[in-house]
């Protein structure tokens, strides 16, 4: 779990590191100017989308908010699962789309709200279930979303620093090649941080799925949770998937990647159960996983990690 911690903690200062190295570099090359401008225009900007945001989700994912009394089980265990992780009870949500999943989303831990999809509700027995939300729960408790918002405004600043000078700093300069020197080093830094910002995703639902074995959840229930949302996304038709492309960075797991994250698990379902039981798991942590190149690069460039290391790093955690 340390290791978790540290690698956020780094990816966060290298981070923050490059913008004020960029910044630092323009004041110093171009002067001050009408820089801060677009600084400050760039966190407010960031500073709206953020207030917004949990309307802008709720729209996406059409989701309707359960009245007390509703369904009682789904209620209860969230109020469980909060009280487990010591913080206020979430608002609960159900999400009116067909995909299998859930998500949290939520400014603070107060704000917090965890939905679930209509399509999980019977996909899922009741322990996968509960490991589930104890993954969302992780979310809220960690601070992800308040996180990943901030980290997420390096990349566009950087974004616009460069869309500034390439195409307008040009038309101030007759040469152009301040400009355009400047704003390749920030196109280039933007992509850069982009990946880093990935990667601070990736590296979170590994503390979620971490804290949701913490709260009492068997490894095995979530990892046949990711194995049956893996499945349930697959059958999806293509036109479900395209509708929540933008917001499948809250899921639980990626459904644009179902169909090829099946392929591996399957392999990981010895007696065809449609399950992970313990037993699996245990085979698992003994084998070597070997990703191809074209496996690393789709990892790389995904807000979620590699589904079969995920489970394996399960299997580890269900041994401690």
Known sequence: MWSL???????????????????????????????????????????IQYMIGPKIVE??????????GENPGLESMIKTLAETARIPTPRIGIAQIAIPNAFA????????????????????NEDELKAVLGHEMSHIKNRDVLTITLLSV????????????????????????NAALLGLAAFIFYFVTN?????????????????????????SALASALYKLVYGSARMPKEALKDVEGMKA?????????ISDLKELRGLDLDKSG????????????RKISLSFGDKLMELLSTHPNMLKRIKRLSYWGKA
């Not at 704000?111 to 019977?122: F, K, P, Y």
């Open 59 to 68: 729209w996406s994912m059409r989701v309707r908010y359960l009245k007390e």
């Open 275 to 286: 399950t992970i039981s313990s037993d699996e798991l245990s085979v698992l942590q003994s």
């Open 5 to 47: 911690k540290i690698r956020m903690w780094l990816t966060t200062a290298i981070l923050f590191a490059i913008i004020y190295a960029v910044i630092s570099a323009i004041s110093y090359s171009l002067g001050i100017g009408n820089f801060y401008f677009y600084l400050i225009l760039s966190f407010v900007m960031i500073f």
């Open 154 to 177: 390096i990349p566009l600043i950087l974004y616009r620093i460069a869309w500034q000078f390439l195409f307008y700093g040009r038309s101030r300069d007759r040469s152009g090649g």
């Open 250 to 258: 809250f899921f639980a797991n990626d459904p644009s990647k179902a």
């Open 105 to 124: 989303f939520g400014r603070t831990m107060k704000d917090g709200r965890i939905c679930v999809t209509e399509g999980i509700l019977n996909l899922l």
């Open 195 to 219: 990946l880093l910002v990935l990667y601070a995703s990736r590296v979170r639902e590994y503390f979620a799925d971490k804290g949701s074995v913490d709260m009492g959840n068997n490894p």
